[in-house]
Every structure is written in C-alpha cells, then in structure tokens.
C-alpha cells in the first residue's frame, strides 16, 4: 500500500487510478494524515459464485507430476 498526498493525487489521478486497476491500495494522505483509501471494487458475490462454478471439475491430477504428460514422440519440439 502507497501514500499520496491530495495534491499529488489530484496532478496525477489517472496515474493513481491505472495502479488500483492493476489492484494496488492507496492512502491519501492531507497534512500527513490519512484521510481516505483507494482500492479496487470487490467482486459481486453473483460473480464469485460465476467463477467458481466454472472452474469446478477443471482440476487436472497427475499421478507422476514430473514425468511428461505426453509421449516424448509427441513432443512439439521433437518435430
């Protein structure tokens, strides 16, 4: 998490608002106190169910994890 001050927040908002897209934290800070805090919006819990449910049954296990998935005569790079 930053601080900024108002001021430097006010000169550069889009800046500052490109980085909490990106899910950084922000304090604003007046004459050296907090007086307020920008973060990203939290997901609706309509679309974390969404989420999930998408990403249910898409667990893949490997039994040997680090022996190759495919044949090595299958291999891409072989080719």
Known sequence: ???VSVTTLR???PE???RVARGEHIRVT???RVVAEIAP???EPNEVE???ARLRGSLVRYDAPLEPVLPVE???MNR
């Open 1 to 3: 998490m930053s601080d």
């Open 50 to 52: 969404a989420a999930r």
């Open 30 to 32: 007046s004459r050296g």
């Open 41 to 43: 919006p939290t997901p």
């Open 16 to 18: 500052y608002l490109a």
């Open 11 to 13: 000169q550069h908002l």
């Open 74 to 76: 299958e291999w891409e």
